[in-house]
């Protein structure tokens, strides 16, 4: 299939942006003790911060449909990055617990927006492959984070304040504003009555199931990603260099899940990989805590399995909804941040009751949960093979 030269710049801005979506975001779990300690607060307060950024996840996400349909995915491209690049620059300067959730309440504002226009934007300029390039899409964001993770521990061991880390990553940021001002975009058609396909949206059972699989996927990856360094620091004694390489483990082959995906879904099928995904997932974490401090490599390798779950659902959410999927993507994302904030915090409560390592058994619970989804979003779609 030939690609325009738009289309390959199109694709590298989002490669881009999801790598340094990334960046910015793997830093939470090497500053989280330091967030907890400098402002005073515990893992309660931490997880009420943190809503802050699922709350703003909710707004774009909610927005980014309306606006992909209003205004075009160009315009939401740039506002995305913008957003995102003002809560990048703020963050060197929260010098209070209320900047921290506004910059985190800003930051998930513009990565759902982002999220929303790359998801919708990506398979119609990859017809017939569609779950290669987004998984390789995604895969940015892997690389983004193992990249994160390999330099944050030592910088910070070596004595680099996170604000200084946080000032750098808003020159990454800038370059991005500047990319969104170039893409062109193909020609993504919305349904011509948009109010009728809506109403049947919000009637489809299947978009609700579809939320609960989202809401699992989002728990289950913050589990790891807020509290693997925690857990390993809390539980075993670990410095933030050591801890830091067993999360360099995971985002890497979170990192390599997701380059290798989207061909290992075009010999199993979407569902059926997605399922396979999803218990070795869940038997990677549950059973790395069980075996505790010699289970952590297990725990660092379900980021292989992981990896793929968000951005598979997004391609067969494109394939069922193919009318409305700017839409259809907004509302899934804004209904499954507003249960995932709720869960999300009641796992941080349960951190300061239980311990770290209680509480991270969350984590496989929420990738069977999303097994039980997909499983019957798979039994309720009449047209199967369209999901293959």
């Known amino acids: 299939m030939k690609f325009k030269v738009n289309n390959w710049f199109l694709v590298f801005t989002a490669f881009y942006i999801y790598f340094i979506m990334a960046l910015f975001e793997s830093a939470r779990g090497n500053f989280v003790p330091f967030f907890m300690e ?18 703003g996840c909710t707004i774009g996400s909610f927005m980014g449909g309306h606006l992909c349909e209003k205004y075009g995915h160009k315009f939401v491209y740039f506002t995305g990055s913008t957003v995102s690049t003002i809560s990048v620059l703020i963050a060197p300067f929260a010098s209070n617990v209320f900047l921290l959730g506004l910059f985190n309440f800003l930051f998930g504002i513009g990565r759902a927006l982002l999220a929303v226009t790359v998801d919708s934007s990506i398979p119609v300029v990859s017809l017939g492959f569609e779950s290669i390039l987004m998984n390789i899409t995604h895969f940015m964001y892997g690389v983004g984070s193992f990249t994160g993770q390999s330099i944050y521990g ?16 808003g020159i990454f940021y800038i370059i991005s504003v500047i990319l969104t001002l170039f893409i062109r975009m193909p020609g993504i058609k919305s349904s011509v009555n948009r109010g009728e396909k809506r109403r049947e949206l919000y009637r489809n059972p299947i978009i609700y199931m579809f939320v609960g699989a989202v809401t699992f996927t989002f728990l289950g990856e913050a589990v790891v990603y807020t509290w693997f360094i925690s857990y390993m620091r809390i539980s075993y004694g670990f410095d933030p260099a050591l801890a830091a390489n067993y999360a360099s483990v995971y985002y890497l082959l979170f990192a390599l899940g997701r ?25 990677c974490i549950g059973g790395g805590l069980l075996l505790r401090d010699k ?15 968000f951005p598979t659902i997004m391609v067969i959410t494109n394939m069922i909804f193919k009318e409305s999927a700017s839409f259809a993507i907004g509302l899934i994302t804004t209904v499954g941040n507003i249960l995932y904030m709720i869960l999300f915090n009641i796992t941080g409560v349960l951190n300061d009751l239980a311990g770290t390592y209680a509480a991270f058994y969350v984590g496989p619970a929420a990738m069977i949960g999303c097994f039980i989804m997909i499983t019957l979003i798979n039994n309720k779609t009449k047209n199967k093979e369209d999901l293959t």
Not at 298 to 307: Q, T, V, Y
């Open 38 to 55: 400098e402002f005073r607060i515990n893992n309660a307060q931490m997880s009420l911060v943190l809503t802050f950024n699922v709350i």
């Open 154 to 169: 030592n910088l910070l061991g070596q004595g680099l304040h996170w604000r200084r880390i946080y000032l750098y990553l």
């Open 259 to 283: 380059l290798l995906g989207g061909f290992i879904l075009s010999k199993t099928g979407n569902v059926k990989g997605l399922q396979i995904y999803l218990l070795s997932g869940a038997l």
């Open 295 to 309: 289970g952590l490599i297990i725990i660092a390798a379900s980021g292989f399995f992981m990896s793929i779950i």
